[in-house]
């Protein structure tokens, strides 16, 4: 696609609002050195670029009806088989919509990507795919993923399967419904502030945000490079241990999959949780949007495992309190980077970039009219911490999250798991259109305060079911030391089968 050529007028007015007073007096000169530069880009355009993700032709789906998606989990439903063997061979998969999946639409919970079909499969699809797993449809998440409740995306609200008019949790919030409703095996989420354990935690499913890197994030919409995480939803423990052997390993394109050691998750799935020192975590019960049920039932879960001849103790990380923070001065900053002003992916990695992706958002970037309360939030905040200060505290976050990293692992070294519950509260009701932003932004945000801060700090956390409070699911999240998902596994089935 050639770049067009500038005319004086247009130098002029561009040297202008760069406050270039030297340019503009000079504005024939500067155009003509200009166009002469813009060949480089008929250059780039000559050299081939390489085949990254594999794809294929358009594939046929259908949009199901109210009727026999009466919880909004699917954005599609489609058939797309894997291997005809393999270790998920048989299994019915669940997409999460901001994964790509070539031949089929992929809107990311927006209108702006309304129409976009990638070229190729993203990664984790490919290896599933060669496991045998057929693709069953792509799960409907929050809007471009920036939302824990369930009532952002375009195409409408996804409810609760327990409890119709209350929110499933998010953004991966189709790919849990789809697990409890029986219309999938396995489900892939994608997590930057806990979009994987929130909604597993409010739906009642089993959800894995692993080491940061241990599962390769090419070929998926970021919200931030720092914080990216993919991995498996499933019913239980030993499925979601099985479906994170496939999906681990490096890729040789993810620049996140720095040291990458991928370990055998289904070896000692059974071998129960004797001799395992657990921590409970006292800062992660008790808080602003706590209720007294979940933090019961939580802890009572996690010193059951004493029975089974684990030490179980509380720990405390004063830090945890903070780490909403940090994950929040980073998130803002990088999401509306990220997203809202480079197309989608940012710059300075050596990563795989979706030009196809790039080029819809970039054609579409005055489409703004159906974003969410949350979504222009961030991009107020983002512009004005900007327009002040510029990346400093961007950068300031980034830093102090090592201090944040530093007291975790001083406690891991004293604990092989630390226990919060994974969401304070059990699911909200969906939030009333009428009630205006400020609610909107709170159903957005009030379950995150456990799951943030290991999105930053990059410890793998699994969230387990524990039991209900008023019919409704109760999550507790493991948290463990870096690429040590097969004890997060080990302790999560011991709790799964007590």
């Given at each position: 696609m050639t770049v067009p050529k500038p005319t004086t007028a247009d130098i002029s007015a561009l040297a202008q609002e760069l406050g270039y007073p030297a340019v503009a007096e000079a504005a024939k000169e500067y155009t003509a050195m200009i166009t002469g530069m813009l060949g480089i880009y008929d250059a780039v355009e000559a050299v081939p670029e390489p085949a990254v993700l594999p794809g294929r032709g358009a594939v046929a789906y259908r949009v199901p009806s109210a009727e026999e998606d009466p919880h909004h989990a699917w954005e599609v439903r489609a058939s797309i088989p894997g291997a005809a063997a393999g270790p998920l061979a048989g299994v019915r998969l669940g997409v999460k919509d901001s994964i790509m999946v070539s031949g089929l639409p992929m809107a990311n919970g927006s209108d702006v990507l309304a129409?976009?079909?990638?070229?190729?499969?993203?990664?984790?699809?490919?290896?599933?795919?060669?496991?045998?797993?057929?693709?069953?449809?792509?799960?409907?998440?929050?809007?471009?993923?920036?939302?824990?409740?369930?009532?952002?995306?375009?195409?409408?609200?996804?409810?609760?399967?327990?409890?119709?008019?209350?929110?499933?949790?998010?953004?991966?919030?189709?790919?849990?419904?789809?697990?409890?409703?029986?219309?999938?095996?396995?489900?892939?989420?994608?997590?930057?502030?806990?979009?994987?354990r929130m909604p597993a935690s409010w739906s009642g499913v089993v959800g894995l945000k692993p080491t940061y890197g241990l599962v390769p994030y090419t070929g998926i919409a970021p919200l931030d490079g720092f914080f990216d995480h993919v991995g498996p939803m499933t019913r239980t423990v030993a499925d979601n241990a099985r479906f994170?052997?496939?999906?681990?390993?490096?890729?040789?394109?993810?620049?996140?999959?720095?040291?990458?050691?991928?370990?055998?998750?289904?070896?000692?799935?059974?071998?129960g949780v004797r001799g395992l020192r657990v921590g409970i975590l006292r800062e992660g019960f008790g808080g602003p949007d706590a209720e007294a049920a979940v933090d019961h039932?939580?802890?009572?879960?996690?010193?059951?495992?004493?029975?089974?001849?684990?030490?179980?103790?509380?720990?405390?990380?004063?830090?945890?309190?903070?780490?909403?923070?940090?994950?929040?001065?980073?998130?803002?900053?990088?999401?509306?980077?990220?997203?809202?002003?480079?197309?989608?992916?940012?710059?300075?990695?050596?990563?795989?970039?979706p030009v196809d992706m790039m080029r819809h958002l970039f054609d579409r970037r005055d489409t703004v009219a159906g974003r969410p309360a949350n979504v222009m939030l961030f991009t107020l905040v983002g512009r004005y911490v900007d327009a002040h200060q510029g990346r400093l505290n961007y950068a300031k976050a980034i830093n102090r999250t090592r201090t944040l990293r530093a007291a975790y692992d001083e406690a891991l070294q004293r604990y092989d798991v630390l226990v919060t519950p994974t969401t304070p509260q059990t699911a909200r009701p969906l939030p009333d259109p009428a009630a205006g932003p400020g609610a909107s932004v709170q159903a957005a945000i009030e379950m995150s305060a456990n799951t943030t801060p290991f999105n930053i700090t990059h410890h793998p956390a699994l969230s387990v079911p524990c039991g209900t409070a008023e019919g409704l699911p109760v999550g507790l999240q493991l948290v463990g030391r870096h690429f040590d998902e097969a004890t997060l596994y080990r302790v999560g089935r011991a709790l799964e089968q007590a």
């Open positions: 129409g976009f079909v990638p070229a190729g499969d993203a990664t984790v699809v490919t290896r599933a795919l060669e496991a045998g797993a057929e693709i069953v449809g792509k799960t409907t998440n929050e809007y471009f993923c920036m939302s824990g409740g369930s009532h952002t995306a375009y195409s409408g609200p996804v409810h609760n399967p327990h409890r119709i008019g209350t929110s499933s949790g998010g953004s991966s919030s189709g790919s849990a419904v789809a697990l409890v409703t029986g219309q999938a095996d396995m489900t892939l989420g994608a997590d930057q502030a806990g979009s994987i994170l052997t496939v999906l681990a390993g490096p890729d040789g394109i993810d620049p996140r999959q720095s040291g990458v050691r991928a370990g055998d998750y289904l070896g000692a799935l059974d071998h039932t939580v802890r009572a879960a996690a010193e059951s495992l004493r029975d089974l001849g684990a030490v179980v103790e509380d720990v405390s990380v004063p830090l945890h309190a903070l780490g909403p923070a940090l994950w929040t001065a980073i998130a803002i900053e990088g999401m509306a980077e990220t997203v809202l002003r480079n197309q989608g992916f940012a710059f300075g990695r050596a990563d795989h970039y």
